[in-house]
Structures are given as structure tokens and as C-alpha cells.
């Protein structure tokens, strides 16, 4: 923090040793300060021959001439032994613009010299004379001085003499008055569009809009001291007008930005200086001519933003002892110091025709584009670690997880054994089981001398019972009407030895596929329907209805038998409850209806998308 302080008090006196090294006069120089001055209207093209009186420069006309809008010429000698000797001439200042004559001929002149003004007072006026200009003797200079009574309207010190020490002292009250200031501008305005942006992709954090919108109407506020002339605007009240108001602008800006800059919010002052910056942007363009007059007063309340907010910030850095703030407290403070003697040249208590303030600007320049950026790299810091702890917290959340999952896994896959096993257990029992006891059954009652055809044909449909488990599982897809095919032969020879006349419909089946679960869901659902009619119901006849309506499936098993009795039903045994089961697996549920004229069973599923 030392070190800082002392380069910045290193550089705030390099720059001002920069600024004042040609201060004293140079030998070989006149410095013509005593002259006459005498007022003249806006068009006049020859000095008036009369109304002179005596002057000291700098002077400033409306203290003597209080109210007067127009010309004031100036008229001042020097004598010269040799006219052959090189010459030149310094004007060091006319508000707003003016015309420099030597011997009667005009040397160098401002392009208007009536409203709208050129803007010449920040800068001096260097010309190299003629010879032939010159007279051994007594020379006069006339200086043709335009303002406006009401923005200190004058003239001040005229140098002649030695070009090279003239030209050196131009060149260094060029920078200082209007150099530097350009710099200033320049910084301002790319501090102001970078934090902007900056504030554009990081809306929360309003510090970066306030500065930015500090910088920017600063830089406008600024541009009064580059500016050669009023364009846009219409004449010097407005130019004036507008320039106070983009300081009352600037200055309550940045009161708003060193507020959050200490993350501080106060609700009521934010309102009033919001009206404040809005009041002097309306008056600036509804009543130009009275802001410009009454462009003091809008100075002042601007300084006292300035001041009270800044006052305010040191005493918050001074209390929180944050780097940051401290650096910035260090850089704000010579520019306080600074502008006191800013603002008393301005109300015309001191004399002078520079502002020393542009001499510490580009310090305080920096040093808020320091603390900003070290406050968004530290942010950025912050988010980094963050993310580090994240990134830690998120590994060891995914351990778990993983372990989790694992053991998840583990858990289902014991799951889907015990269920494969249950599964086997049903489909043998609903498919290879059926069959079994239903041969068992005509085994049973056929004579003692049962050919062994027979006994082979039984067998058979032992075979095709077990390939139907195997087909159904082995094969992922496959189209229900060539896995309907086989059952529907084995079933109907099974219903024809017990005389029972079975009929088949099955209608826009064509393309359907079921997956093997779902397959053999259905194909054992049929199996154990129909063979619970061959062995219970007595029927005559059974009807087995299979189609598509839209995207379900419908399936109804219909006999003539005698029919299921409630509690059957209702408790229905190993059969009837995989039956339901197997119904619900599909995404429907089984309806039975059973009475005196026989039973039927109804299923109604979903179609795969």
C-alpha cells in the first residue's frame, strides 16, 4: 500500500514538474501584459476610436463590463530594435474566440467570431511574424476578443520574442490545457464502454454501470475542453447548458457508484439524486439560456456531490481498511485537493486560464480502473474456488452415487433372478403344465390298449408346449399372427377330443409385434383360458376374438359352458390369478362374465408406440 501511495505522488509531481518547467520567462521574450481595451459590437471590422481605459491581463471584461455580449479589443506595444530578427508571437488566451493583428494585418484568426462561437480558450495561439510585418520601433498587437459576459469573456498575457523558447512554452500550455485533457477524454470514454460491457454481461453487480455511466458523461462533460466549436447544438447558451448538466450527471453517478462500490444501498438519496441529474438534462434543453446563465449554480451542486460522496468514501476505507478501498481513497485524495483550486478559478477567485485537475485525472484514472479490476479478478477468484469446491463436492457426491448404484444394481439383479425363477415356475405351469395334466387326463381314460401313436401324438404336444416357452423368449420380436399360429393348432386339436367346437377371429393383426414378454404373456393368458374351458366348463362350443381398435389390442374368450361360480371368481386359484397377472403386465385388466349361458373373458391393451 506504501509503495502505491509513492509512485502515485511520484508520478502527480513528474507530471506537474512536466506542466510548469517553462513557467518563468524565457530570455529573449516580452512579456506585454499593460495594455488598453475598449468594447465594440459583434460585427465590427476596426478597432473603436474611442472608450479605451488602461488593463492589467488577464482580464476578464465582465467585472468591468458587466452584461456585455460581443467584441472587446485589446490593444497592446512592444518595441523592437531589429525588425530583421526572428519573431514570434504567443497568445496565451481569448474566451471564447478571437483575432490576433500585428502592425494593422491579421495574423491569426478563429473561423466565427460571432454566435455560434468557435471554442479557441483552451488553447494558446502561436504565429511566427513576417519580417515585413515589423517595424524598427514601437509594433502594436490588437487582440479581437467574442463572448458572452455570462462564461468570463477575456484576454490574457501576450509573449513576442525568441520562436524557439515561444514555441517550447506552446507546446507545453498546449499539453497542459489541451493534451492531457484530450488524454482524459480518451481514457474516459474506453473505461466507460469496457466496464459498460462489463456490466452488460454481469447485470447484479451494479458498480460497473455506475462508473461506466460516470466515465461516460464525464467524457461528455470532458469533450468542453477539446471542443472547437458548438455543433451539434445551436449556440454557447446551449453548449454551456448541457455541459453543466453532464456534470451533474457525472457527479451523481459516481456518488451512486462509490455507494456500491461499498455495497451500500440508501433508497431516498438515490431518488433525489436521479431527479437531480434528470432536472438538469430537461432544463439543459427546454431553457438552454437560463442553465448556461445559471451555470454556477448547477456547478456548485455537482461539486457538492463530488465532495460529500467522496468525503464519505474516505471515511468508509478509512473504517474498513480493505486494500482496495484504501488505494482508491489514495487516489481520490489528491484530486480533491486539487480541484479546490480547480473551483475557485472557475468562480473567478483566483486568476489563472488552467485547470490543474486534468493533471491528477489520469491518476484517478487508474486507480479506479485498478480496484475495479482488482474486484472483478478477485470475484472471479471467489467463482474459481467455488467451482473447485464444487468440483470436490460433485466427485464425491458421483462416488457415492457410483457406490449406490452398485449395490442398486446388485440388489435388482437378484430381483430379476428371483423373478426370471417366478416367471419359469408360472410359464410352466400355465403352458407346459396344462398340457401335461390335460394328457395326463386322456391318458387316464383311454382303454389299457392305447396305441402308441397316440402316446407319441401326446408327446408331440408335449414338445410344442415347451418349444412355444422357448420360441416365445428367445426371440426379442416377432409377428403375433405367426405366434398365434401354433398355439391356435395345438388348442384346437386339444378342444376337438372333448367335442368342443372352437371358432377363431382375428382381424388387422398384420405388422403387430410384441416383444417375448409380452408375447408369451399372451400366448400363456390364451393357453391357460382355453384350457381351463377344456377341463372345467362343459362347453359345446368357444368363440376366441382378437383385434386391433385404433391402438389397443381387444381379446374375448367366449364359451357356452357352465359357467365360473362367484367364488371361484373371487378366489380362482393358481389359474385365474396368473391369468390376471398376466392381464395387468400387458397394461390391461381381466373381465370375466359368467352365468347360466357360459363365460367370457375380456382383455383390453395398449399397442407398443
Given at each position: 500500500?506504501?509503495?502505491?501511495?509513492?509512485?502515485?505522488?511520484?508520478a502527480f509531481v513528474a507530471m506537474a514538474f512536466a506542466g510548469f518547467v517553462h513557467a518563468a520567462d524565457e530570455p529573449g521574450v516580452t512579456v506585454l501584459e499593460h495594455g488598453e481595451a475598449a468594447r465594440s459590437d459583434w460585427h465590427a471590422k476596426?478597432?473603436?476610436?474611442?472608450?479605451?481605459?488602461?488593463?492589467?491581463?488577464?482580464?476578464?471584461?465582465?467585472?468591468?463590463?458587466?452584461?456585455?455580449?460581443?467584441?472587446?479589443?485589446?490593444?497592446?506595444?512592444?518595441?523592437?530594435?531589429?525588425?530583421?530578427?526572428?519573431?514570434?508571437?504567443?497568445?496565451?488566451?481569448?474566451?471564447?474566440?478571437?483575432?490576433?493583428?500585428?502592425?494593422?494585418?491579421?495574423?491569426?484568426?478563429?473561423?466565427?467570431?460571432?454566435?455560434?462561437?468557435?471554442?479557441?480558450?483552451?488553447?494558446?495561439?502561436?504565429?511566427?511574424?513576417?519580417?515585413?510585418?515589423?517595424?524598427?520601433?514601437?509594433?502594436?498587437?490588437?487582440?479581437?476578443?467574442?463572448?458572452?459576459?455570462?462564461?468570463?469573456?477575456?484576454?490574457?498575457?501576450?509573449?513576442?520574442?525568441?520562436?524557439?523558447?515561444?514555441?517550447?512554452?506552446?507546446?507545453?500550455?498546449?499539453?497542459?490545457?489541451?493534451?492531457?485533457?484530450?488524454?482524459?477524454?480518451?481514457?474516459?470514454?474506453?473505461?466507460?464502454?469496457?466496464?459498460?460491457?462489463?456490466?452488460?454481461?454481469?447485470?447484479?453487480?451494479?458498480?460497473?454501470?455506475?462508473?461506466?455511466?460516470?466515465?461516460?458523461?464525464?467524457?461528455?462533460?470532458?469533450?468542453?475542453?477539446?471542443?472547437?466549436?458548438?455543433?451539434?447544438?445551436?449556440?454557447?447558451?446551449?453548449?454551456?447548458?448541457?455541459?453543466?448538466?453532464?456534470?451533474?450527471?457525472?457527479?451523481?453517478?459516481?456518488?451512486?457508484?462509490?455507494?456500491?462500490?461499498?455495497?451500500?444501498?440508501?433508497?431516498?438519496?438515490?431518488?433525489?439524486?436521479?431527479?437531480?441529474?434528470?432536472?438538469?438534462?430537461?432544463?439543459?434543453?427546454?431553457?438552454?439560456?437560463?442553465?448556461?446563465?445559471?451555470?454556477?449554480?448547477?456547478?456548485?451542486?455537482?461539486?457538492?456531490?463530488?465532495?460529500?460522496?467522496?468525503?464519505?468514501?474516505?471515511?468508509?476505507?478509512?473504517?474498513?481498511?480493505?486494500?482496495?478501498?484504501?488505494?482508491?481513497?489514495?487516489?481520490?485524495?489528491?484530486?480533491?485537493?486539487?480541484?479546490?483550486?480547480?473551483?475557485?478559478?472557475?468562480?473567478?477567485?483566483?486568476?489563472?486560464?488552467?485547470?490543474?485537475?486534468?493533471?491528477?485525472?489520469?491518476?484517478?484514472?487508474?486507480?479506479?480502473?485498478?480496484?475495479?479490476?482488482?474486484?472483478?479478478?478477485?470475484?472471479?477468484?471467489?467463482?474459481?474456488?467455488?467451482?473447485?469446491?464444487?468440483?470436490?463436492?460433485?466427485?464425491?457426491?458421483?462416488?457415492?452415487?457410483?457406490?449406490?448404484?452398485?449395490?442398486?444394481?446388485?440388489?435388482?439383479?437378484?430381483?430379476?433372478?428371483?423373478?426370471?425363477?417366478?416367471?419359469?415356475?408360472?410359464?410352466?405351469?400355465?403352458?407346459?403344465?396344462?398340457?401335461?395334466?390335460?394328457?395326463?387326463?386322456?391318458?387316464?381314460?383311454?382303454?389299457?390298449?392305447?396305441?402308441?401313436?397316440?402316446?407319441?401324438?401326446?408327446?408331440?404336444?408335449?414338445?410344442?408346449?415347451?418349444?412355444?416357452?422357448?420360441?416365445?423368449?428367445?426371440?426379442?420380436?416377432?409377428?403375433?399372427?405367426?405366434?398365434?399360429?401354433?398355439?391356435?393348432?395345438?388348442?384346437?386339436?386339444?378342444?376337438?377330443?372333448?367335442?368342443?367346437?372352437?371358432?377363431?377371429?382375428?382381424?388387422?393383426?398384420?405388422?403387430?409385434?410384441?416383444?417375448?414378454?409380452?408375447?408369451?404373456?399372451?400366448?400363456?393368458?390364451?393357453?391357460?383360458?382355453?384350457?381351463?374351458?377344456?377341463?372345467?366348463?362343459?362347453?359345446?362350443?368357444?368363440?376366441?376374438?382378437?383385434?386391433?381398435?385404433?391402438?389397443?389390442?381387444?381379446?374375448?374368450?367366449?364359451?357356452?359352458?357352465?359357467?365360473?361360480?362367484?367364488?371361484?371368481?373371487?378366489?380362482?386359484?393358481?389359474?385365474?390369478?396368473?391369468?390376471?397377472?398376466?392381464?395387468?403386465?400387458?397394461?390391461?385388466?381381466?373381465?370375466?362374465?359368467?352365468?347360466?349361458?357360459?363365460?367370457?373373458?375380456?382383455?383390453?391393451?395398449?399397442?407398443?408406440?
Open positions: 500500500m506504501r509503495a502505491c501511495l509513492h509512485w502515485l505522488l511520484v476596426a478597432p473603436p476610436a474611442a472608450g479605451w481605459m488602461p488593463v492589467t491581463l488577464l482580464d476578464l471584461w465582465h467585472e468591468r463590463w458587466p452584461g456585455h455580449d460581443g467584441v472587446v479589443w485589446y490593444r497592446l506595444r512592444w518595441h523592437q530594435d531589429d525588425p530583421r530578427r526572428p519573431t514570434a508571437l504567443l497568445a496565451d488566451y481569448m474566451s471564447m474566440s478571437g483575432a490576433v493583428y500585428v502592425n494593422g494585418e491579421a495574423v491569426a484568426r478563429d473561423p466565427s467570431l460571432v454566435e455560434p462561437l468557435s471554442r479557441t480558450w483552451h488553447a494558446p495561439h502561436y504565429v511566427l511574424l513576417p519580417a515585413s510585418l515589423l517595424r524598427a520601433g514601437e509594433n502594436v498587437v490588437w487582440l479581437r476578443v467574442s463572448g458572452l459576459s455570462a462564461y468570463q469573456p477575456g484576454a490574457g498575457l501576450v509573449r513576442v520574442g525568441d520562436p524557439r523558447a515561444l514555441q517550447q512554452r506552446y507546446r507545453s500550455e498546449r499539453f497542459q490545457r489541451y493534451d492531457i485533457k484530450l488524454i482524459n477524454l480518451a481514457m474516459s470514454a474506453v473505461l466507460g464502454g469496457v466496464f459498460l460491457l462489463v456490466w452488460l454481461l454481469r447485470r447484479k453487480d451494479s458498480v460497473y454501470g455506475w462508473f461506466a455511466l460516470t466515465e461516460l458523461a464525464g467524457a461528455l462533460y470532458g469533450y468542453n475542453h477539446i471542443a472547437t466549436t458548438v455543433w451539434p447544438l445551436p449556440g454557447t447558451d446551449a453548449w454551456q447548458a448541457f455541459n453543466a448538466a453532464f456534470y451533474v450527471v457525472a457527479a451523481a453517478s459516481y456518488a451512486l457508484f462509490l455507494l456500491r462500490y461499498c455495497e451500500r444501498r440508501h433508497p431516498r438519496l438515490e431518488r433525489v439524486l436521479a431527479v437531480l441529474s434528470v432536472l438538469a438534462l430537461l432544463s439543459a434543453a427546454l431553457v438552454p439560456a437560463w442553465m448556461g446563465h445559471h451555470r454556477n449554480l448547477w456547478f456548485a451542486v455537482g461539486g457538492l456531490c463530488y465532495y460529500v460522496a467522496i468525503g464519505w468514501f474516505l471515511v468508509q476505507a478509512w473504517r474498513s481498511r480493505r486494500p482496495d478501498a484504501l488505494v482508491l481513497a489514495a487516489c481520490l485524495l489528491l484530486p480533491v485537493l486539487v480541484s479546490f483550486r480547480d473551483f475557485a478559478l472557475f468562480f473567478g477567485w483566483v486568476e489563472g486560464t488552467t485547470y490543474w485537475l486534468s493533471l491528477t485525472s489520469v491518476l484517478t484514472l487508474i486507480g479506479i480502473g485498478f480496484v475495479l479490476s482488482y474486484r472483478f479478478v478477485t470475484a472471479m477468484r471467489q467463482v474459481e474456488g467455488f467451482n473447485l469446491e464444487l468440483k470436490r463436492e460433485v466427485e464425491a457426491a458421483t462416488t457415492e452415487l457410483a457406490t449406490t448404484l452398485s449395490r442398486q444394481h446388485t440388489l435388482e439383479l437378484a430381483h430379476s433372478r428371483a423373478g426370471e425363477r417366478l416367471q419359469l415356475v408360472r410359464d410352466l405351469h400355465d403352458g407346459f403344465g396344462s398340457t401335461l395334466i390335460a394328457t395326463i387326463a386322456q391318458l387316464e381314460a383311454a382303454p389299457g390298449d392305447t396305441p402308441r401313436t397316440q402316446v407319441i401324438a401326446t408327446l408331440k404336444e408335449l414338445r410344442d408346449d415347451l418349444r412355444l416357452v422357448i420360441d416365445s423368449t428367445a426371440r426379442e420380436h416377432a409377428d403375433l399372427p405367426a405366434q398365434l399360429a401354433p398355439l391356435r393348432h395345438r388348442l384346437a386339436r386339444l378342444l376337438d377330443t372333448a367335442d368342443i367346437d372352437s371358432r377363431w377371429q382375428l382381424q388387422g393383426l398384420e405388422g403387430i409385434e410384441l416383444d417375448s414378454a409380452r408375447s408369451l404373456d399372451l400366448l400363456r393368458l390364451l393357453q391357460e383360458a382355453l384350457t381351463n374351458v377344456y377341463k372345467h366348463s362343459r362347453a359345446r362350443r368357444v368363440e376366441v376374438t382378437l383385434h386391433r381398435v385404433g391402438t389397443q389390442l381387444r381379446l374375448a374368450i367366449e364359451d357356452d359352458g357352465q359357467g365360473i361360480g362367484a367364488a371361484a371368481r373371487a378366489d380362482g386359484g393358481a389359474g385365474l390369478a396368473s391369468m390376471r397377472l398376466r392381464a395387468r403386465r400387458l397394461g390391461g385388466e381381466l373381465r370375466i362374465e359368467s352365468g347360466d349361458a357360459g363365460t367370457a373373458l375380456r382383455v383390453e391393451f395398449p399397442l407398443p408406440v
